[in-house]
């Protein structure tokens, strides 16, 4: 079952948010995907509610998590929400080709202006999500008033400074943190796994907990090198490529130095480290 809700403030909002440094193209909603796929394991280990539980997904996107979330889950009843029109009809679509039973409510709007009542979820969950806002601690403030006493909430963030690679490479360092410079010249924060307890304790929440989740990949582990360091690391740097440009932050020559460098990684004999974060708070 599905259903879809507004609200006034996300008609007026616009269908691509332009703060959101990855872009909306159907390359980015595949990387999204395989990124998920990949990673379901690592990242969704240890996170399941009980049927019938109220949950909140926060920033859905394209619904690349949230069918993970709601395998771990059945019988939840979700609410998925998230800024952009265009991506909720993605979610929606794979969703409905991935868990068609599942009971979901989607929902178009900013969540710093969700319309719900103080207390409406036991359970919030986003991931991938705070990165992308210029004040973190206010996404998080306006997820607790809807967050139940006694309720918990779970986030997932990347940090890009956490990227290890052999063969070692400054150039493909430099490119790199051009998608980290990108991406806080828009608000964000790409190193910003590394403070999410500082950012829930900021927020009120009690008993947090973060833990790293680590992604390994060489030779061994032929899957992850393909589906994390490939298609969904490389990827993610090259796609900024004429932003980077635009924003004059390097030359053509230099960036597809750095890319070509990066992707050695992922060639026989490379080796690619990465950690997410992920961290469980309770609302007191």
């Given at each position: 079952?599905?259903?879809?809700?507004?609200?006034?403030?996300?008609?007026?909002?616009?269908?691509?948010?332009s703060?959101?440094?990855?872009?909306?193209?159907?390359?980015?909603?595949?990387?999204?995907?395989?990124?998920?796929?990949?990673?379901?394991?690592?990242?969704?280990?240890?996170t399941?509610?009980?049927?019938?539980?109220?949950?909140?997904?926060?920033?859905?996107?394209?619904?690349?998590?949230?069918?993970?979330l709601?395998?771990a889950?059945?019988?939840?009843?979700?609410?998925?929400?998230?800024?952009?029109?265009?991506?909720?009809?993605?979610?929606?679509?794979?969703?409905?080709?991935?868990?068609?039973?599942?009971?979901?409510?989607?929902?178009?709007?900013?969540?710093?202006?969700l319309?719900?009542?103080?207390?409406?979820?036991?359970?919030?969950?986003?991931?991938?999500?705070?990165?992308?806002?210029?004040?973190?601690t206010?996404?998080?403030?306006?997820?607790?008033?809807?967050?139940?006493?006694?309720?918990?909430?779970?986030?997932?963030?990347?940090?890009?400074?956490?990227?290890?690679?052999?063969?070692?490479?400054?150039?493909?360092?430099?490119?790199?943190?051009?998608?980290?410079?990108?991406?806080?010249?828009?608000?964000?924060?790409?190193?910003?796994?590394?403070?999410?307890?500082?950012?829930?304790?900021?927020?009120?929440?009690?008993?947090?907990?973060?833990?790293?989740?680590?992604?390994?990949?060489?030779?061994?582990?032929?899957?992850?090198?393909?589906g994390?360091?490939?298609?969904?690391?490389?990827?993610?740097?090259?796609?900024?490529?004429?932003?980077?440009?635009?924003?004059?932050?390097?030359?053509?020559?230099?960036?597809?130095?750095?890319?070509?460098?990066l992707?050695?990684?992922?060639?026989?004999?490379?080796?690619?480290?990465?950690?997410?974060?992920?961290?469980?708070?309770?609302?007191?």
């Amino acid at each position: 079952m599905t259903t879809e809700t507004s609200t006034p403030a996300a008609a007026a909002a616009p269908e691509h948010p332009s703060d959101y440094v990855h872009g909306y193209s159907r390359t980015e909603a595949r990387r999204l995907g395989d990124q998920a796929d990949t990673l379901a394991e690592l990242l969704h280990a240890g996170t399941a509610y009980p049927a019938g539980s109220r949950v909140l997904e926060a920033g859905c996107g394209v619904g690349a998590q949230t069918v993970h979330l709601l395998a771990a889950s059945p019988g939840v009843r979700l609410t998925a929400a998230d800024l952009s029109a265009d991506s909720l009809a993605l979610a929606r679509a794979r969703v409905a080709a991935q868990a068609p039973a599942a009971d979901v409510v989607w929902h178009h709007g900013d969540l710093h202006r969700l319309p719900f009542p103080d207390g409406s979820f036991d359970h919030v969950f986003l991931c991938f999500v705070l990165e992308h806002l210029p004040d973190p601690t206010a996404g998080l403030a306006a997820l607790h008033r809807v967050l139940r006493p006694g309720g918990t909430i779970t986030v997932i963030e990347g940090d890009h400074g956490s990227a290890l690679f052999h063969p070692e490479s400054p150039a493909a360092r430099r490119t790199v943190d051009h998608l980290v410079r990108l991406q806080a010249r828009a608000g964000g924060d790409g190193l910003l796994g590394r403070r999410l307890h500082p950012l829930l304790t900021a927020a009120s929440f009690a008993r947090v907990s973060v833990r790293p989740r680590t992604v390994y990949a060489d030779d061994s582990r032929p899957a992850l090198v393909e589906g994390f360091t490939r298609r969904t690391f490389v990827a993610m740097v090259e796609a900024v490529r004429a932003e980077a440009l635009a924003a004059g932050l390097t030359t053509p020559e230099d960036f597809d130095r750095g890319v070509t460098e990066l992707r050695r990684a992922a060639e026989p004999g490379g080796t690619f480290h990465y950690a997410f974060f992920k961290a469980v708070a309770v609302r007191p």
